[in-house]
RNA sequence: GGCGCGGUAGCUCAGCUGGUUAGAGCGCAGGAUUCAUAAUCCUGAGGUCGGCGGUUCAAGCCCGCCUCGCGCUACCA
């Protein structure tokens, strides 16, 4: 494989229905963000696209609660989250939103080609309608009492209380959120892609890089846990997946299309179809052609995503981009893994987060100082871990010790010496180098390693290695206090005015360097330590080449004669009371979320409905867990009367050899279910707490069993 | 339960296709130094590489079993 001719490179379209956090950022932008500065510092043509995706059925339930519209929903968080990147220094070439109408075209237009090319299955099924609002309901527009919990308020596809996932015909007593109507079964069509189709050519590619026999990408320069998770899924066997819903909120079906009425496309076809519409319209904005971008094989596209959207992206949408047939596939799909804090994991419900927006006004003029972390700690091949001690430690030990003291002392002293002026040399005076070991002339030294270590950061964000290339950067920090520590310019100035020269000259030499590598991981103190030399900010295009070369060719990168400007602090120090108050933050959050929270008490019954439970004294004889299943116990439950199987899903709480000869209560009259093939005839009753810990609810000791409670 | 990824110094993490005394940063201990935001530099202590077994002349790296964390999936009458 050679070069790619240009890049076209996307973040995940983050979901308009709330504000960034640090996970986020972790995940998908910044790793993007310095992979993409460094192209453009490299003078390569490359377009980098995001977006908020702004459809999907959440985002009208949202509206519906607060008595808006899902417009004004989609206007509220795009902004938010357009502003935030933008303060945090994401390098967006555009960032679009899906209810753009270009973008509907767009994904209008995929949908017809893949149509007309006869792509899809269409299917019939069974699914609730709300005949008062004659609409068919999405999962999320259908509540219900949850069938595992109980929880009164479950939505078709997943009950908030407990977690679990649910289909929407698993709910007892469904009702459309809509009308509060209880919905019927009617049968609705909608076109499938056959993924099982795909599945070969898919195999293929993931595996060895090869579509058609033509080499797209080397598997071993693909993620471990993105090659796994594709494997995974493709060993499990790819089935067809909907590619439209019943709703009334996203990029509508094509209206020619027959049935297509009432139909809009599945969030996950139209968002990634995004990316292109974003490209088309930066086009558009720019005076260029997107095509290039999007259908020339000599193109690189890289999706940046977290690990939740490796499926969509390794595998449906290169299928859907393939069905089409005008477009290239991913080259990679860097997916990071997920970013924990304080050694938890990000919540948005649980407020447990460090949202970005909070921290650019909180923390205004620190943006670098979060990047550094996030990128230090980026979750690349694990999930990691933030922390503020964390944040303050990197902070004050490497960007304020390391990194701006170095910078300070070569500016301090060359103002002191010099006038701010750098100094001209005699290229043949020798110097101590970095490793204190053999003294060497000025250009081998210290500009040779300097090279090398350019080229390694390089090399490092070419493989996606970008905590690799931040340590890389730190070490010419490093290099250059060790520089000054062996050579002690403050006292050889005493007997060695032109030897010092040499230093000072040198040291200036890596200061320029760093504000020039430093761009993709730091892009705010890139232009602050521009400015300190009194040089133009970078443009993001080819500077660092330019570099690269000029120390290759043993060219002197800051010229002798030049005027610095005086020093400023690029970094300060992050005191304890400030990250006191963000830990403090935090544990005000956690405490909130301990408050115990009570489910309300449901709808008032007459005492007949309550008779009609038949609950009975039992004694547990015999429990075993179900094979291949991870909660469910089955028991053998003593009535006194007849002995019952009964199947509970309490395994993750109790070992079986524990519970034998458990006094417990059970629902007698419960209609038998099959549940893995074996009949549970009753349901055991448990208390549930608000952490989901289940116990038993027992008769005291000395009743006898099947007896009545009443 | 199935599948995937991971479990390496007190903390956060590197370790390429198996090959000499297992690395980095922070923290800790001792020393040097003062140009610099009490910053910097040097030296040192710290690990039976989750556990057990196997393959091999040789295993952190390969194989098997077990265990813990995370994700996907099944699943909670």
């Not at 509508?252 to 996950?268: F, M, R």
């Not at 608000?690 to 000791?701: K, R, T």
């Amino acid at each position: 494989m050679q070069e790619p001719k240009r890049y076209l490179v996307t973040s995940a379209l983050p979901y308009a229905n709330g504000p960034l956090h640090i996970g986020h950022l972790a995940g998908a932008y910044l790793s993007a963000d310095i992979f993409v500065r460094f192209l453009r510092l490299n003078g390569k043509d490359v377009v980098y696209v995001c977006g908020s995706d702004e459809h999907g059925a959440a985002i009208t339930i949202r509206a519906k609660k607060d008595g808006t519209t899902p417009q004004a929903i989609v206007d509220r968080y795009d902004e938010s989250l357009r502003t935030t990147f933008e303060k945090i220094g994401i390098s967006f070439d555009i960032y679009h939103r899906t209810s753009a109408p270009i973008h509907h075209e767009t994904s209008q237009e995929f949908f017809r080609t893949l149509n007309q090319k006869g792509e899809f299955v269409e299917q019939t099924k069974e699914q609730y309608f709300d005949e008062s609002a004659s609409q068919f309901l999405a999962d999320r527009y259908i509540i219900g009492t949850c069938p595992k919990c109980s929880h009164p308020e479950a939505y078709g596809d997943q009950c908030e209380n407990c977690g679990s996932t649910l289909s929407p015909t698993e709910l007892i007593d469904p009702r459309s959120t809509l009308s509060g109507a209880k919905p019927v079964l009617k049968s609705t069509t909608h076109w499938y892609l056959p993924l099982d189709k795909y599945e070969d050519w898919l195999r293929e590619w993931v595996e060895t890089g090869k579509l058609e026999g033509e080499l797209l990408h080397y598997p071993d320069e693909w993620k471990n846990h993105v090659l796994g998770q594709c494997k995974s899924w493709l060993d499990g066997g790819l089935q067809p997946r909907a590619m439209t819903r019943d709703l009334d909120w996203g990029v509508d079906v094509p209206q020619e299309i027959e049935g297509s009425e009432g139909k809009k496309l599945y969030v996950w076809m139209d968002a990634p179809i995004g990316y292109i519409s974003a490209t088309k319209q930066w086009a558009i904005d720019n005076g260029k052609d997107w095509k290039p971008y999007w259908q020339d094989k000599e193109t690189a596209l890289v999706h940046f995503i977290g690990k939740d959207n490796i499926v969509f992206h390794c595998l449906i949408f290169p299928a859907i981009l393939k069905a089409h047939g005008d477009y290239i596939i991913p080259v990679n799909v860097p997916a990071n893994q997920f970013l924990n804090l304080e050694g938890r994991k990000l919540s948005t419900s649980k407020n447990w987060a460090v949202w970005v927006h909070e921290y650019v006004e909180e923390f205004e003029g620190k943006e670098d100082e979060l990047r550094y972390n996030m990128i230090k700690n980026m979750p690349e091949q694990r999930d990691s871990e933030f922390t503020w001690k964390g944040y303050q430690e990197t902070n004050n030990n490497e960007l304020v010790n390391n990194l701006a003291n170095f910078i300070n002392r070569v500016i301090v002293l060359t103002n002191k010496y010099y006038d701010g002026v750098v100094p001209t040399i005699n290229p043949d005076l020798q110097i101590v180098d970095s490793s204190n070991q053999i003294e060497m002339s000025y250009q081998e030294s210290e500009l040779v390693d300097l090279h090398d270590k350019l080229q390694e950061i390089g090399e490092h964000i070419r493989k996606y290695e970008f905590r690799a290339a931040l340590k890389v950067l730190m070490e010419i920090s490093s290099t250059g206090n060790q520089l000054l520590q062996f050579n002690e310019p403050w006292k050889l100035i005493k007997t060695d005015e032109e030897t010092v020269k040499v230093v000072m000259n040198t040291g200036l030499q890596v200061v320029t360097a760093l504000s020039v590598a430093c761009r993709p991981f730091l892009p705010f103190t890139s232009d602050k330590i521009r400015d300190i030399l009194n040089l133009p900010r970078l443009e993001d295009n080819g500077e660092y080449m330019d570099l690269l070369n000029k120390l290759s060719e043993g060219e002197v990168i800051l010229p002798d004669g030049h005027k610095i400007n005086k020093p400023n602090h690029l970094f300060t120090k992050i005191p304890d009371e400030v990250i006191d108050a963000q830990i403090a933050k935090l544990e005000a959050t956690e405490k909130a979320n301990k408050g115990v929270s009570y489910e309300p008490v449901k709808e008032t019954i007459a005492f007949d409905d309550f008779t009609k439970l038949d609950l009975r004294t039992g004694t547990i004889l015999t429990a075993e867990k179900v094979r291949k299943t991870k909660k469910l116990l089955k028991l053998t439950v003593d009535l006194g009367f007849e002995e019952r199987t009964v199947v509970s899903g309490i395994a993750e709480f109790f070992k079986p050899e524990d519970i034998i000869g458990k006094q417990v209560l059970l629902l007698a009259n419960l209609a038998p279910r099959k549940l893995k093939g074996i009949e549970s005839q009753g349901m055991i009753l448990m208390a549930e707490n608000s952490d989901g810990v289940l116990d038993f609810v027992s008769p005291g000791d000395g009743m006898g069993n099947g007896f009545v409670v009443k």
